[in-house]
């Protein structure tokens, strides 16, 4: 794949001058106002600091830029990600390379067209005072987790040579009390969420990423069908434009971007510390040397096939052909 160069901010915004001298011309040229074309983007979760690049970029008319009119719609454990997007209802999805596999292996016609989360957010949380900091230090401890996340550490034992039947598991719902209370020794869960909330609380925890021991699989992905990529290709091109501006506006100030949400979503009832806290702890999940070379949402055949062993290994088996560059390198000029 040839390397490419990201889209500097400075191409993307004019200066005073420019502006001045364009709206100057536009007075003076008449021309027929374009309607921006309608389009939804699925989140994968409900509103939160999560998914701020989409704020800014909605905030910050750079979807109107390029020619859309987004709607961001939440998700939920009632709002899944994949049919609105197979039902064309949603132009992309917000998903995740294990959703993904396991849709296309029951024939959805999904590609994976961008990745925002470089690094997997799983994590194993444990308190300081008795720290899980690598994943042999889980054998004798007890593990808080639902079973339905079996794979995820029967996977993380197979990369690391782990013996699972040294680990004991223990069913818990999700939240940080079995930790705190000293009934595991540790928690599966999100790096931004759990740790979040006891910071939050004032209790340090140590927090090991399973994707700094081998557990690959690309979070927060842009998914989008076959049947788009063929025929809403500038559609797509322009929704990943205002994604990227707004994710480097994000990648800028993490703490304006909690705001924001705060902000927009005034009913969530979202803390404002904490978005602010989750939005710092995000930054080295989405952006990394690989996103400071080519841009954001960027992805390697290298990465890639580390997925493609990570999701077998979770009984998800999938070939290279479900990722598709393309957009991406339209966007950045290298299509």
């Avoid at 039947?165 to 599966?188: F, H, K, N, R, W």
């Avoid at 999100?190 to 690309?218: C, K």
């Amino acid at each position: 794949m040839t390397p490419t160069t990201p889209i500097r901010r400075e191409a993307l915004t004019p200066t005073r001058r420019e502006a001045l001298v364009l709206g100057a011309a536009a007075l003076l040229t008449p021309r027929l106002a374009r309607a921006a074309t309608p389009a939804t983007l699925q989140l994968s979760w409900l509103h939160s600091v999560q998914f701020a690049g989409s704020y800014i970029a909605q905030s910050r008319g750079y979807w109107g830029d390029a020619g859309l009119d987004v709607t961001l719609l939440p998700g939920g454990p009632n709002a899944p990600v994949e049919p609105p997007v197979v039902a064309g209802t949603a132009l992309v999805g917000i998903s995740a390379a294990d959703y993904t596999a396991a849709a296309v292996n029951q024939g959805a016609p999904f590609r994976i067209i961008g990745v925002a989360m470089q690094k997997n957010p799983f994590a194993i949380a444990s308190l300081a005072a008795n720290p899980v900091a690598d994943p042999r230090d889980l054998v004798g401890r007890r593990i808080g987790m639902a079973l339905a996340n079996m794979p995820v550490l029967e996977a993380l034992c197979a990369l690391n040579d782990v013996d699972i039947a040294g680990i004991e598991v223990v069913p818990t719902q999700y939240d940080a009390a079995p930790l705190v209370q000293g009934q595991v020794d540790c928690l599966l869960c999100w790096a931004t969420d759990l740790p979040v909330a006891m910071r939050m609380q004032g209790i340090d925890s140590t927090v090991m990423l399973l994707a700094d021991h081998g557990y690959a699989v690309h979070s927060q992905t842009y998914i989008a069908t076959q049947d788009s990529l063929a025929n809403r290709r500038a559609d797509l091109v322009a929704l990943m434009k205002g994604e990227i501006r707004g994710w480097g506006d994000y990648h800028a100030g993490p703490e304006a971007a909690a705001n924001l949400t705060v902000q927009m979503f005034p009913d969530a009832g979202l803390d404002l510390e904490t978005q602010k806290l989750q939005a710092e702890r995000q930054v080295p999940l989405m952006f990394s040397d690989l996103t400071d070379a080519q841009g954001f949402g960027w992805f390697t055949d290298d990465t890639v096939a580390a997925n493609i062993e990570t999701l077998a290994l979770l009984g998800k088996p999938v070939s290279a052909d479900l990722w598709d560059r393309s957009i991406l390198e339209e966007v950045y000029g290298a299509g």
